[in-house]
């Protein structure tokens, strides 16, 4: 009998997840962004004002749980719509059974409509009436950007609130919690090591679900009562692989992903890159780093890299692990193999040091904007030479402050497409020696 079919057979009716969901405001794990003293959606709720909002984050993060307290707190019916079985004609019926509890019995309704963005833009059109009548309130729950999967009419008229993975201090409480409950595993006088409970933490992605879910399965598999790291690992269905997000391997291990995407050695950033996504790293850091290195690294040598990087973000994003994988890997390989130059970045920092050495020059004024007569008469833009007034769409002269003259920032390399910027730099130059001779 393996570890799930044991966990099958001692589990109770309702799942762990389930009965361990907050009754109110003060259990509600994490998001003090939002529900901190003094924050607005907290003082919303304590005031009964909230209106129709959007809760936009990922799996796990206490949508619907937050969705239940909110009725709870207003005493307000609580009716849970799934956008993925429900149809519009259900919606109409509850809209409708709204309305005759709210005129016979005065009771408000709390329409909470999971996963909205499944809807498509008409079908959401069906809540307008109701929404703006406050016959319900609504609450739509999505994983997805709702400025692009919610009707934009729908949107305008309800508040976005940005829900934010768990951190693994907030999932550290709701697995302590969840074995000191009675409505949890209190009865089973459960204990679990600090290296196990670590690793449930660190690895549950953020999501309480999957971190309440491992935990009603290792108390089902262990034997003496004690959780302890080999469990935990079987439960989650992880290894535990030394990188702790908050520490040194954290640095050291991008720190070698980088290096190899410099290195232009694809094998090893595949392989650091494997070990940060089998680690748990966020999807979003790696990318963001792919795409500042496309800049750094690989800049004008080949300036599709940043396009690409940015695809990988957008791939990422709309997709998400485990396919979103496939998607770094293409990325990743790209800007390993593609030529590389710095020259970019050289150039906004020695340019960055001469503006904190000089300070703030003066434009010159014959580059000046001369909107009004009184700067024409102080000689705003007087002298200045129109580039397309010349052979080649250059002119023969100086934009930088008198006092930095002649000074160069940009120096191309002669790897990948740079080369051809430096010899178009080069034929520009030679133009402009043509006007000087002239």
């Given at each position: ?6 966990s099958?057979q ?14 109110n ?97 008409a ?6 009436p ?9 609450i ?17 008229r ?34 679990i090591d ?22 009603e ?10 959780i ?6 079987e439960?989650?269905q ?21 290096k ?17 996504l ?7 850091f ?40 496939i998607?770094?890997?293409q990325?990743?390989?790209?800007l ?35 909107p ?6 102080q ?31 940009y ?7 740079e ?15 043509e006007?000087?001779?002239?």
């Amino acid at each position: 009998m393996d570890l799930f079919e044991q966990s099958a057979q001692n589990s109770t009716s309702t799942p762990l997840a389930e009965r361990m969901r907050p009754r109110n405001l003060d259990e509600v794990v994490g998001q003090q962004h939002l529900l901190g003293e003094g924050k607005l959606l907290r003082r919303l709720i304590e005031t009964d004002q909230l209106s129709s909002v959007i809760f936009w984050g990922p799996p796990g993060t206490g949508k619907t749980s937050l969705g239940q307290v909110i009725a709870g707190r207003t005493e307000s019916r609580f009716v849970f719509f799934s956008a993925v079985l429900g149809s519009i004609k259900e919606v109409r019926e509850i809209v409708a059974e709204a309305k005759q509890q709210r005129a016979y019995h005065g009771r408000k309704t709390l329409l909470f409509v999971d996963e909205i963005h499944r809807f498509n833009k008409a079908q959401q059109d069906a809540f307008l009436p109701s929404v703006e009548k406050g016959d319900v309130t609504l609450i739509g729950a999505t994983t997805e950007n709702p400025s692009f999967e919610v009707n934009s009419a729908l949107l305008s008229r309800s508040r976005v609130f940005v829900l934010e993975s768990l951190a693994a201090e907030d999932l550290k409480i709701l697995l302590q919690r969840a074995l000191a409950d009675p409505r949890g595993l209190l009865e089973q006088k459960l204990e679990i090591d600090e290296d196990a409970a670590e690793f449930l933490s660190e690895q549950a992605d953020g999501d309480a679900r999957i971190l309440l879910g491992a935990i009603e399965v290792a108390a089902s598999a262990t034997q003496d009562g004690r959780i302890n790291l080999q469990i935990a690992q079987e439960a989650l269905q992880k290894k535990a692989l030394r990188y702790d997000k908050g520490a040194d391997e954290h640095y050291n291990v991008i720190s070698a992903f980088i290096k190899s995407l410099r290195g232009s050695d694809p094998d090893g950033a595949l392989y650091w890159l494997a070990r940060m996504l089998e680690a748990g790293e966020a999807p979003l850091f790696i990318v963001r780093r792919m795409v500042i290195f496309a800049s750094e690294d690989i800049g004008n040598a080949d300036p599709r890299a940043l396009q690409i990087a940015l695809a990988v973000q957008q791939a990422v994003h709309f997709i998400g692990l485990p396919e979103a994988r496939i998607n770094l890997a293409q990325g990743v390989t790209y800007l390993a193999t593609a030529p590389k130059s710095n020259a970019s970045y050289l150039g906004i920092n020695q340019a960055q040091a001469e503006v904190r050495k000089s300070g703030a020059l003066p434009v010159p004024k014959y580059i000046r904007n001369a909107p009004t007569k009184l700067m024409k008469e102080q000689g705003y833009g007087k002298g200045y030479k129109y580039a397309h007034d010349f052979n080649g769409g250059v002119a023969d002269q100086q934009h930088l402050p008198e006092q930095l003259a002649g000074t160069k920032f940009y120096r191309p390399t002669e790897r990948g497409y740079e080369k051809l910027i430096g010899e178009r730099m080069a034929y520009l130059e030679g133009l402009k020696k043509e006007q000087q001779d002239k």
